[in-house]
């Protein structure tokens, strides 16, 4: 269970990479095709403002691949639940104030993992 639980935790944070190139790297290019109900013209309006929102989705990553590196077992857990609690409410926010999808691809995964993490301590 531990090592499953490092593999969804893993998952999360490449996702939150990924967030982070779409967002800073290809919000013009290929985030019109992501995000196809808004109009094109706001991708070129938004760029800056995706930018920063892909900076803090790489602080999310970091913070979690910081909380599998570390190996201390309490810091590693607490680590993890932080970010992963960060992940959540940030999913559970925007599921609620944008899109219900935002919720199952970000709240969802992250409050998994937190009941993995707590279950196993």
């Not at 109900?37 to 892909?54: E, R, S, V, Y």
């Not at 960060?86 to 969802?108: D, E």
Request: aromatic share 14%; hydrophobic share 55%.
């Amino acid at each position: 269970m531990v090592l499953a639980l490092h593999i969804l935790v893993g998952g999360i944070a490449l996702q939150h990479l990924g967030f982070l190139w779409l967002e800073m790297f290809a919000w013009t290019s290929r985030g019109p095709r992501v995000f196809g109900h808004l109009p094109k013209p706001l991708f070129h309006q938004t760029k800056a403002m995706a930018a920063n929102q892909g900076l803090y989705n790489g602080f999310l990553a970091a913070g979690l691949l910081w909380g599998l590196w570390v190996c201390d077992p309490l810091w590693h857990r607490q680590i993890t639940l932080f970010f992963l609690g960060c992940i959540a409410v940030a999913g559970i926010y925007g599921g609620w104030s944008v899109h219900r999808k935002i919720f199952l691809i970000q709240g969802l995964p992250a409050l998994l993992a937190i009941g993995m993490n707590l279950a196993l301590h």
